[in-house]
């Protein structure tokens, strides 16, 4: 899929209508980021951040933002803070990465994983 057009889409989501049961069961996932995933083959990053969640210092922080950044040589590194202001809880490389955006910013709220526009 085109980058603008998925960035144009994703921007449209303001809420879901339904929430998404991770085959962990350690989170739920919305609309929004069904959607990303389904559009851009991005299963792996709700993997990435379900299997972070069993991990102590990260399952107590109740509100996280999930970023994706993605380098021109398709590498990328995942990142979860606290706030936008705090620092680095979690940082994992990932060595080779074919989605669509140069970035991506995810929230994780009391287990609910979505986008920005529907928190």
Not at 5 to 21: A, H, V, W
Not at 73 to 96: K, L
Request: proline residues 5%; hydrophobic residues 40%.
């Amino acid at each position: 899929m085109d980058p603008e057009i998925l960035k144009q889409s994703l921007n449209q989501f303001t809420g879901t209508e339904n929430y998404y049961r991770h085959w962990t069961g350690l989170i739920v996932f919305t609309d929004g980021v069904k959607y990303l995933a389904d559009k851009a083959g991005a299963y792996w990053l709700i993997d990435l951040i379900a299997s972070w969640q069993v991990r102590s210092k990260v399952k107590k922080c109740p509100f996280q933002i999930w970023e994706l950044k993605v380098n021109e040589d398709r590498t990328a590194v995942a990142t979860m803070r606290e706030d936008s202001d705090q620092p680095e809880v979690v940082r994992q490389e990932i060595p080779y990465t074919d989605f669509p955006l140069e970035k991506i910013k995810l929230y994780l709220v009391d287990g609910v994983l979505m986008l920005p526009s529907e928190y």
